[in-house]
C-alpha cells in the first residue's frame, strides 16, 4: 500500500517518544505533530532529524484503512491497545 498524501494520520493519532524538532519530548498520541504542514506533509521528510520510527513506518491497509478518517481511528485504536 502507497501513503495516501495528505493523509498526516501517522503524524496525529500515534505517541512518539523520541524528539522531534521543536518537540524535544516527542509528542502524546492525539496531538498534531508540529513537522506537519497545513497539506498534511512531513516538513522533515527525508532529513536526519525525522525521528527512525517515522522514517520506519509503512503504510498498511490495517492501520490505515481506506480513508484518513479511518487511519486516525485505527491508528488511535492501536496505540490504545499498545500504550504501556
Not at 37 to 51: K, T, Y
Amino acid at each position: 500500500m502507497k501513503c495516501r498524501e495528505g493523509c498526516g494520520a501517522c503524524c496525529i493519532a500515534p505517541s512518539i517518544s523520541s524528539p522531534i524538532p521543536g518537540m524535544p519530548q516527542g509528542k502524546p498520541a492525539g496531538e498534531r505533530c508540529v513537522q506537519l504542514s497545513v497539506e498534511n506533509l512531513c516538513n522533515i521528510f527525508g532529513q536526519a532529524e525525522r525521528p527512525a520510527v517515522c522514517s520506519a513506518f509503512s503504510a498498511d491497509a490495517e492501520v490505515c484503512g481506506s480513508s484518513s478518517e479511518e487511519a486516525i481511528r485505527l491508528l488511535g485504536w492501536w496505540e490504545q491497545m499498545t500504550a504501556a
